[in-house]
């Protein structure tokens, strides 16, 4: 009995091996012979081993060919802002230093002699009316152009131009040093300058005005009103180039965030410079909404916004615009005016226009000025060929005005009559 048991035993343990041996043959055999599988590089075997589920996607990041600094299109967390439905008048903390109209200045706006200022619908200077020519620049700044050539610029700006002014672009991120230098030189020439703070074609959006622009672009504001106020060359501050709601179709949200932070803005400004114009750099309202037109009215009867900003084509009278800044009781002016002559080559269309344009030119600034404008703005300087070191690079566009253009011509051998 015993041998039996023992037999059955053995018989089992005999069984158990036999298993174990197939299994691991069937296990190795299939991958018997073959050579080791090479390792996938390191991003392919990233990209396949993680789910697309969980895969991080990042902002996109835009760098415009104009600037060197990138604007980082951030994640939509919106933050609630209050903005009034209704165009009222909001309180300032900061009292107007400016007189009304017919008084001499006091005590309060001493610290506001020898610079630009608002009185009532127009301009002063010193108590004395101050009505303006000049020309824009949006690259002056970048740091891609030659600083060498500015002066020589501000020389021939200040010289073509009664009263002459500026518009320069500075946007966050820009070289805050060299802006001391450009205002020393136009000082040195008679040229002002009418500082905008940002442009509203280089990422900015409804997000934007709701809350991103107080990340990087306030701080940059402040910065350069506490640093540049008491410069003489400052004849106003401007919050953008063109801001709109257009591509978000005129939202009512849209513009209510547009509305704040026009108030934020230059409030803070006012709170900093409580003298000089603040303009907030609008084309107008060239869309033909009702929406618009309403906020356009809303954001310019602001008490911290002085100036009434319109961008139009030469001989446009935009009358409808210019009757909002009447009701309004403020100053206004063209911060753009635009003439197109040149091809994508920086040639005349026709040989004729540049002088076509320059009757028109003539005519289009008397008119305005005729009307009330206490300024227009030429769209824009072209500083033509320009030695960049290994290259000399044209810098010039549809709309410009190169130094011989028959315009500047035009304005130099006219009377405006604009005093000073």
């Known amino acids: 009995m015993r041998r039996a048991v023992w037999g059955i035993l053995a018989l089992g343990l005999l069984c158990l091996a036999a298993m174990g041996v197939a299994l691991g043959l069937s296990v190795w055999w299939p991958h018997a012979g073959r050579a080791p599988m090479p390792a996938l590089p390191a991003a392919t075997a990233t990209t396949e081993a993680t789910p697309q589920a969980y895969r991080l996607t990042l902002p996109n990041v835009s760098v415009p060919a104009v600037t060197s600094t990138p604007t980082i299109a951030l994640a939509q967390v919106v933050l609630p802002t209050a903005a009034p439905a209704a165009p009222t008048v909001v309180a300032t903390a900061v009292p107007s230093p400016v007189p009304t109209a017919g008084q001499a200045f006091g005590a309060a706006s001493r610290r506001c002699t020898g610079i630009v200022t608002r009185t009532g619908a127009q301009l002063t200077l010193d108590g004395e009316p101050f009505r303006f020519l000049g020309t824009n620049s949006a690259y002056f700044m970048e740091s891609y152009f030659p600083e060498a050539e500015i002066a020589p610029a501000l020389q021939f700006i200040g010289a073509t131009f009664p009263n002459a002014v500026l518009r320069l672009w500075v946007l966050p991120g820009w070289d805050l040093d060299r802006l001391g230098r450009v205002l020393d030189a136009g000082a040195k020439y008679g040229v002002r300058f009418l500082i905008t703070l940002d442009d509203y074609h280089r990422g900015k959006s409804e997000h934007w005005f709701q809350s991103t622009f107080r990340m990087e672009y306030l701080p940059h504001v402040k ?165 960049m070191g290994e290259r000399i690079q044209w810098f010039c566009g549809w709309y410009e005005y190169f130094r011989d253009d028959p315009t500047h011509d035009r304005i130099r051998a006219t009377d405006w009559g604009l005093g000073r």
């Open 223 to 387: 910065q350069v009103v506490a640093r540049f106020r008491d410069h003489p060359a400052v004849a106003a501050w401007e919050l953008m180039n063109e801001p709109t709601c257009g591509p978000e179709g005129f939202s009512q949200a849209c513009l209510d965030a547009e509305y704040g932070w026009v108030r934020e803005t230059s409030e803070a400004i006012k709170a900093l410079d409580p003298c000089r114009p603040v303009s907030v750099g609008t084309t107008g309202y060239l869309w033909g909404s009702e929406p618009d037109r309403d906020n356009f009215r809303r954001m310019h009867a602001l008490p911290s916004v002085d100036i009434v900003s319109i961008h139009k084509q030469v001989g446009s009278a935009e009358a409808d615009i210019v009757q909002v800044a009447r009701d309004l009781g403020k100053p206004w002016f063209f911060g753009e005016v635009y003439y197109r002559v040149y091809d994508d080559a920086c040639r005349p269309i026709r040989t004729e226009m540049l002088g076509e344009r320059a009757d028109a030119v003539a005519a289009d600034i008397r008119r305005s000025l005729d009307e009330g404008a206490s300024g227009y703005l030429l769209w824009q300087y072209a500083a033509g060929p320009v030695d």
